[in-house]
């Protein structure tokens, strides 16, 4: 997903321990996901 441009990692550190956070540069394809499936991600 790197290679591809779909993520964007990010080295940044917390609480002083180094950490790698991976953002999506793509917006997420939803339409496969049943309705209660959706409802899980969004209580997130």
């Not at 290679?3 to 002083?16: S, V, W």
């Not at 180094?18 to 997420?28: D, I, S």
């Amino acid at each position: 997903m790197l290679a591809d441009n779909q993520l964007q990692r990010i080295k940044t550190e917390y609480h002083g321990y180094p950490q790698t956070r991976y953002l999506p540069l793509e917006k997420a394809d939803l339409s496969q996901l049943k309705a209660s499936e959706k409802e899980v991600i969004e209580e997130q």
